[in-house]
């Protein structure tokens, strides 16, 4: 069966680059030189100089541009269909944001320009920093890191520089079983103890677990909320009580924003310390590693150990203060990815506070609604309410031996990108689906149409769904092969 | 599954083998049988001490990379080398031939305490 989404169609084989290549071939022509040539070796000393790349491929313009034009048909991309991965991993960037990247002063600032011929950038980061804030909820921000996770390990570092102006640095750092891998990843970078706090049967923080485990040994508890689950912490309040009672503090991993902007504020729940992913709620580009932005929000307490330079306003100009003698020190070049911080702002000018609310309700009302019509036909561990993103079980198709890394690449013939495979850890054979705000009623409806046949496949043809992608210009990948012998890099035959 | 009746097991899916001091440290069939198809196994070298409950090490698959915890403590006696070239052997043999390390126990003691085989089996069943 083909379904209605997708149909088949030409995909231009290619060879890669290096093999296209013609020894000689050029794809420019020079004048002759109208300045006396120089001898670069006498220049530079022979050890610096060389005669030919080696493998160096040698094409024409129109080569190069077929080439990389081929191969970017290949791919699935957010502007092809939804990515149920949601923002966790992308979201669709609008192109305002583009638009407002490329203007000329701010594409081609410059970081070393004098701060008299940078005020306007200036400006852009001040007005994220107090879009952010209020966002937040929070007394003060940096917008340095740049990315998710370079934004935990900055604010564990805050955490970490605080209480050692308080005489110890602490040992332990908790986090719940639902937790991010790159939260335990961050304690043990920031030379922390881990210790794991268990979920109760509703998905949450145990609060008498959590009671026990916090001691004056305890730096900080890391939460993400809503948590991995999709499912809003509660008792976050109760939680963080908790925490400061023990002089302890309550660090949020904002990957999940997405589900609070303009409904919630971690300030106002007891957050002391969090980071944003601007590549996620915020909307730029993500993927191919970066470049991202992770700023980090702090309460009062900790903003003295901010990294450098801070912002400033003095006499009317913006200026950066590196007088910050209780200071972390750097933690990125300049104040971080400042083309990230532009797009950031535009998606947040372009919505409004009024349109970051309605994309929030959106992103929520649209993963409740996937809950809604796939529950009759996948096990759901946590079956309550959910907030931007809902998680299933393979349990029921496990029974029949298809897991849910096999449902994710059949979904790839229904013209969908897999949905999150196996996370959260702490539910068996997850599938993890986020939609997003910006998914219509229709791509929805596309979605559960796909995922609902794929379940009665896995009844009736388990075969084609073990078997799967059918319909790609490649098979399934032999990912284990791939994985004890790696080949990571061309060389010719 | 056959789990040994000589071994003994934690709540992580460790077993541990003890003989004259020396103990025998693996994963079971269950903990490979989640991770799926192993890729790389990360061991101490011999010398090296592990404590009992912490990690010593962590094992690969395509799906995730899960530390491994010492179900005794003491010094690292012996790594298994085969693991480094073929850690498929870890799918297939992980009660024999796919051992991780050998630990010279500084408190033999601490092995009644762990889960025995029937033990075992009912926590797993309960787990899955």
Same mark, same amino acid.
């Given at each position: 069966m083909i379904p209605s989404k997708v149909r088949r169609h030409l995909v231009q084989n290619e060879h890669l680059i290096f093999e296209q290549s013609s020894p000689g071939k050029k794809g420019y022509q020079l004048p002759a030189l109208d300045v006396p040539e120089v001898d670069s070796v006498a220049a530079l000393g022979a050890g610096n100089v060389r005669a030919a790349i080696e493998d160096f491929p040698e094409v024409s313009e129109v080569e190069v541009i077929r080439h990389f034009t081929r191969l970017s048909t290949w791919n699935y991309a957010i502007d092809l269909g939804m990515y149920p991965l949601g923002s966790c991993t992308m979201k669709y960037n609008p192109r305002i944001n583009e638009a407002v990247a490329r203007i000329e002063g701010l594409a081609w600032a410059h970081p070393y320009q004098p701060e008299s011929l940078s005020q306007g950038a200036m400006e852009v980061t001040e007005? +994220?920093? &107090?879009? #952010?804030?209020? *966002?937040? !909820? /929070?007394? $003060? *921000?940096? /917008? &340095?890191?740049? $990315? !998710?996770?370079? @934004?935990? /390990?900055? !604010? *564990? +570092? /805050?955490?970490?520089?605080? #209480?050692?102006? &308080? @005489?110890?640095p602490r040992k332990r750092i908790l986090t719940p079983d639902s937790a991010h891998g790159t939260n335990p990843a961050t304690a043990g970078i920031a030379g922390y103890e881990v210790r794991n706090i268990r979920s109760n049967d509703q998905g949450m923080i145990d609060l008498e677990e959590l009671a026990r485990a916090v001691d004056s040994d305890v730096a900080a508890l890391m939460v993400t909320n809503p948590n991995t689950l999709g499912v809003f912490e509660e008792n976050i309040v109760k939680a963080a009580d908790i925490l400061h009672a023990k002089g302890a503090m309550v660090y949020m991993d904002g990957a999940n924003m997405n589900a609070l902007v303009g409904i919630a504020r971690p300030g106002d729940f007891g957050i002391d310390v969090m980071h944003l992913n601007l590549h996620k709620t915020f909307s730029t580009p993500h993927g191919g590693g970066g470049p991202g932005g992770g700023p980090v929000a702090v309460r009062k307490h900790l903003e003295p150990f901010l990294p450098v330079p801070r912002l400033r306003r003095l006499n009317d100009a913006l200026t950066w203060d590196y007088d910050r003698p209780q200071s972390i020190g750097k933690v990125k070049a300049f104040y971080g990815n400042f083309g990230v911080l532009v797009r950031a702002l535009a998606y947040i000018y372009a919505h409004g506070g009024p349109g970051l609310r309605n994309a929030t309700v959106d992103a929520v009302l649209n993963a409740n609604y996937l809950r809604h019509r796939l529950r009759p036909y996948f096990d759901l561990p946590y079956d309550r309410p959910n907030m931007h993103e809902v998680v299933f079980s393979d349990d029921r198709q496990a029974a029949k031996g298809v897991r849910t890394g096999d449902m994710a690449k059949r979904l790839i013939d229904y013209g969908f990108h897999p949905y999150t495979v196996s996370f959260p850890l702490i539910v068996h054979g997850a599938l993890m689906i986020e939609p997003t705000e910006t998914e219509s009623k229709r791509e929805l409806d596309q979605f559960v149409e796909a995922m609902i046949a794929i379940a009665s496949e896995v009844d009736d043809e388990p075969q084609t769904v073990l078997t799967a992608p059918h319909m790609t210009r490649t098979t399934k990948v032999d990912e284990v092969t791939a994985a004890r012998k790696p080949i990571v890099r061309w060389r010719p035959a | 599954m056959n789990y040994p009746e000589k071994y003994r097991y934690t709540k992580e899916h460790e077993w541990v083998a003890l003989e004259d001091g020396i103990a025998t440290i693996g994963i079971t069939h269950h903990a490979q049988s989640e991770l799926g198809d192993i890729v790389y196994v990360d061991l101490p070298k011999p010398g090296a001490s592990v404590e009992k409950g912490k990690t010593f090490g962590s094992v690969e698959s395509v799906k995730a990379v899960s530390d491994i915890y010492a179900p005794v403590g003491g010094e690292v006696t012996e790594a298994n080398d085969l693991l480094a070239t073929k850690p498929e052997k870890l799918n297939e043999d992980p009660h024999g031939a796919a051992w991780l390390i050998r630990v010279r126990a500084s408190n033999p003691e601490e092995f009644p305490h762990l889960m025995d085989a029937a033990e075992y089996q009912t926590y797993v069943g309960a787990e899955s």
């Open positions: 007005r +994220l920093e &107090q879009a #952010l804030l209020e *966002i937040t !909820g /929070l007394d $003060a *921000i940096t /917008l &340095q890191p740049a $990315a !998710g996770a370079h @934004g935990e /390990l900055t !604010g *564990i +570092l /805050l955490v970490r520089a605080f #209480l050692e102006a &308080q @005489g110890s | -």
